[in-house]
């Protein structure tokens, strides 16, 4: 029976936008997309019909009224209406549009015919459900941090360049694969990615395909650092990890337990006033905090083994 989904359109200030994306995701949507309307930002988003009652969607609309409220800024509107499974893969298509992230990285959605004219290097996406449109703040905090990582090698030094390609990371809680996928065609030789959630797993092979990448540069599985854990075949030089702070904290011993003395680590989906107690653990993990890289109320740890 095809399934039917209930799409949200949020008209909001730009100030609570990164507020919105959360609620949104707390509530189980997928497939978001922005675009601005005039001074405002329209926000969609996709949800189960089987998960929501129009109960919830009322209180999500409270919600998001007193969220606008504690930033003192104009109150949002939040429309919904059912649509089936057809119309859904279709419908928050229209609102993706390519995006241009840090100096060196272009996101192009995957129906989107590539463009020609870009020195940048192409990223095709079809996230489906899975999280990592590169919309995100996190998320393209995370992938300026990896354009840095992989630019502050001079291309001139061939020893040191060959360096750079041997580059090995672990992405976890991958949700597209766009930070694998970013990795790669940065420089790095090969990504192994995990994430919880099935969809994201099936989104990040299919997304791996589209990216033209070798099964074997990308390796993907269904789990958290456990998993991972058992798919590193040896210490990697890299962790990029774009999940909420409480679970970073939490798999943070996992995580290090598979890095080398050398190895750094970009820890993203930490609210700024997060991050000391974030940094505390890292610390505690024997990780230094090399730079914090903040957009909106969101920050994005940079950061090396001691
Ligand atoms: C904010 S999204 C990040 C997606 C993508 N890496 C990006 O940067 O846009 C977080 C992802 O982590 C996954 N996740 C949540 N908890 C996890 C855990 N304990 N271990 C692994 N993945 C997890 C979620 O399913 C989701 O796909």
């Given amino acids: 029976m095809a399934k039917t989904w209930w799409e949200l359109q949020i008209l909001c200030s730009p100030e609570i936008e990164d507020s919105v994306y959360w609620r949104l995701d707390e509530f189980g949507c997928r497939g978001t997309a922005s675009q601005k309307k005039g001074n405002l930002v329209s926000v969609q988003a996709y949800l189960p019909q089987s998960q929501a009652h129009l109960l919830?969607?009322?209180a999500l609309s409270l919600?998001?009224?007193?969220?606008?409220?504690?930033?003192?800024?104009?109150l949002p509107s939040l429309q919904w209406k059912l649509i089936d499974e057809e119309d859904w893969s279709s419908s928050w298509k229209q609102h993706w549009e390519p995006q241009e992230i840090g100096d060196r990285i272009l996101i192009n959605p995957s129906w989107i015919q590539v463009p020609e004219n870009t020195e940048r290097k192409i990223l095709q996406?079809?996230?489906?459900?899975?999280?990592?449109?590169?919309?995100?703040?996190?998320?393209?905090?995370?992938?300026?941090?990896?354009?840095?990582?992989f630019s502050d090698i001079p291309?001139?030094?061939?020893?040191?360049?060959?360096?750079k390609n041997d580059v090995v990371i672990a992405d976890i809680g991958c949700g597209s694969g766009i930070l694998s996928i970013g990795a790669l065609l940065l420089g790095a030789a090969k990504a192994y990615a995990v994430d919880t959630d099935s969809l994201a797993v099936s989104s990040t092979v299919e997304n791996r395909d589209i990216n033209g990448l070798a099964p074997e540069r990308l390796k993907v599985a269904q789990g958290s650092v456990e998993v991972m854990q058992q798919l590193v075949t040896?210490?990697?030089?890299?962790?990029?990890?774009?999940i909420l702070a409480d679970i970073i904290m939490e798999i943070l011993p996992g995580m290090?337990?598979?890095?080398?003395?050398?190895?750094?680590?970009?820890?993203?989906?930490?609210?700024?006033?997060?991050?000391?107690?974030?940094?505390?653990v890292l610390e505690?993990?024997?990780?230094?905090?090399?730079?914090?890289?903040?957009?909106?109320?969101w920050c994005c740890l940079n950061v090396r083994r001691q």
């Fill in 56 to 58: 919830d969607l009322a």
């Fill in 63 to 74: 919600w998001l009224r007193q969220d606008a409220l504690c930033f003192e800024t104009s």
């Fill in 125 to 149: 996406l079809d996230p489906g459900s899975a999280f990592g449109t590169g919309a995100h703040a996190t998320t393209q905090l995370c992938l300026e941090s990896l354009e840095m990582r």
């Fill in 155 to 163: 291309e001139f030094f061939v020893s040191s360049q060959e360096k």
């Fill in 234 to 242: 040896e210490p990697v030089d890299g962790i990029v990890c774009n």
């Fill in 256 to 280: 290090s337990a598979i890095v080398k003395p050398t190895s750094w680590g970009i820890f993203s989906g930490i609210l700024l006033e997060q991050s000391n107690a974030v940094t505390d």
């Fill in 284 to 297: 505690k993990n024997g990780w230094v905090v090399a730079t914090l890289w903040k957009r909106k109320e």
